[in-house]
């Protein structure tokens, strides 16, 4: 079973950065993608951006591109820079990995929480106007 622990929350002003981190480990367990969610009190949650380890593509969706980028690192961590930020980004983040999901342009827009298998504890983003 695989395990994520994110990091890196905490609060910003509008127009600040902060990078999340998600340490991804689980000796059987390879996931095929990884993904940050966001959910803002009173709303769903929501996928933000989506990286498959087998190829390194990433997609984001429209509210973040330009402003978020997803990455990763050769010691199965996942990283979430975010530029910009803005108040409409408050919101509890989450990190998410599933063993079947592709990242794709077309389908991560629409992604359900339920299509990812695994999920991080979360780690908190407060942006102040």
């Known amino acids: 079973e695989v395990q994520l622990v994110e990091s890196g929350g905490g609060l910003v002003q509008a127009g600040g950065s902060l990078r999340l981190s998600c340490a991804v480990s689980?000796?059987?367990?390879?996931?095929?993608?990884i993904a940050w969610f966001r959910q803002a009190p009173g709303k769903e949650r929501a996928g933000v951006s989506c990286i498959n380890r087998s190829d390194g593509t990433t997609v984001h969706v429209d509210s973040v591109k330009g402003r978020f980028t997803i990455s990763r690192d050769t010691k199965n961590t996942v990283y979430l820079e975010m530029n910009n930020l803005k108040p409409e980004d408050t919101a509890v983040y989450y990190c998410?990995?599933?063993?079947?999901?592709?990242?794709?342009?077309?389908?991560?827009?629409?992604?359900?929480?339920?299509?990812?298998?695994?999920w991080g504890q979360g780690t908190r983003v407060t942006v102040s106007s």
């Open positions: 998410a990995a599933d063993s079947m999901y592709y990242c794709s342009a077309d389908d991560f827009p629409h992604v359900s929480a339920s299509d990812f298998a695994s």
């Open positions: 689980g000796a059987t367990f390879e996931p095929h993608a």
